[in-house]
């Protein structure tokens, strides 16, 4: 038996389809797969060097099996494959495709009528590649339409998307769930949650009443039960206050040194809270009424 294909073409044709059956299987994101997951390159070495020790092997019983012929026999065999024409078959797919071409001689047969210029046109047939190219793009658009816009199995782009944003939107919430600890001035936004406002309390409770009392009424520090804020009374600008600390001198440190980033997003949604205190000695208000700016 003679191979139709040489193993230099063998090897590498073997190669890259099972690549590309693991690319394809494997999800890795936007990353080729065996860049997201080395140990797929790995494999992927290893069965490049199986390949090759199967060629090896193959060649070397096929040499053995030679060497072991009588000498009317090895004659036989190297008739055989001098006679076997490679790529026999491939060659006979590709003129198949190709179609037929008129010989130059009989061009005249085929010759439209009109001339441009003296560009003459040929009225050959459609090479069968492309005509059946043709038929099988006809057939997959009408699959494709009755699938997609007729009965609507599948999914759309528009759908996919539409799927893909409301997942995003779920991985995000998910996300900032577990990384709360990550907020800063930019990301951090008002908890609301009972156990968050709890540990915000305990935190004002044990850092912050010295200067602002236990109502929020105000001492060394401001009355931050007030609409008045000197440093901005919404989320961010509080959470700024707390992390850097008030204007210098006048005694509001900057936390962000004993406080994690979490337990100041959430002593400062607690203080928040405090709009609804009526305490019991407040200070008189200092800065501007929050909420003409709030508007901003
Ligand atoms: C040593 C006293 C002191 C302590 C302790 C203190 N503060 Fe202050 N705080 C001040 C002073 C004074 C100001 C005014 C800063 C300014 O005028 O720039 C201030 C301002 C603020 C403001 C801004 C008020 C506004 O009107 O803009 C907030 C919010 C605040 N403090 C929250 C806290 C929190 C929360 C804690 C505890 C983690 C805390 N402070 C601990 C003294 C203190």
Redesign the pocket.
């Known amino acids: 038996m003679k191979n139709l294909i040489p193993s230099y073409v063998r090897v590498p044709a073997l190669f890259f389809i099972i690549s590309g059956l693991i690319e394809f299987f494997v999800d890795s994101g936007d990353k080729p797969a065996f860049i997201e997951y080395p140990i797929i390159m790995l494999f992927l070495v290893l069965v490049l060097f199986i390949l090759i020790a199967i060629e090896g092997i193959v060649g070397a019983i096929e040499n053995v099996l030679f060497q072991s012929l009588d000498d009317a026999g090895k004659a036989r065999y190297i008739a055989n494959t001098s006679k076997t024409p490679q790529f026999n078959k491939l060659k006979a797919l590709y003129a198949k495709l190709k179609g037929d071409e008129k010989p130059i001689e009989e061009e005249h047969e085929i010759i439209l009528d009109h001339n441009y210029d003296g560009i003459k046109e040929l009225d050959n047939n459609l090479p069968p590649w492309w005509l059946y190219s043709w038929y099988a793009s006809m057939v997959f658009a009408a699959v494709y339409l009755f699938n997609f816009h007729v009965i609507g199995t599948s999914d759309t782009q528009y759908d996919e998307l539409e799927k893909e944003y409301a997942q995003a939107k779920i991985d995000i919430a998910e996300y900032k769930k577990t990384a709360k600890n990550l907020v800063d001035v930019n990301t951090v936004e008002l908890l609301t949650e009972a156990s968050d406002l709890q540990i915000g309390k305990q935190?004002?409770t044990d850092?912050?009443v010295?200067?602002?009392m236990a109502d929020g009424g105000g001492g060394?520090?401001?009355n931050?039960t007030d609409k008045?804020?000197?440093?901005?009374?919404d989320i961010k600008s509080?959470f700024k206050?707390?992390s850097e600390g008030?204007?210098s001198g006048?005694?509001?440190?900057a936390?962000k040194k004993d406080?994690k980033p979490l337990e100041m997003a959430q002593?400062?949604s607690y203080?928040l809270t405090m709009q609804n205190i009526t305490p019991a000695n407040p200070k008189d208000p200092?800065?501007d009424l929050w909420e003409a700016n709030s508007a901003e």
Request: contains cysteine; glycine residues 18%.
């Open positions: 935190i004002y850092n912050c010295a200067c602002h060394i520090g401001p931050l008045y804020w000197i440093l901005g009374g509080v206050t707390i008030g204007r006048k005694g509001m440190i936390w406080l002593v400062a203080v200092e800065g």
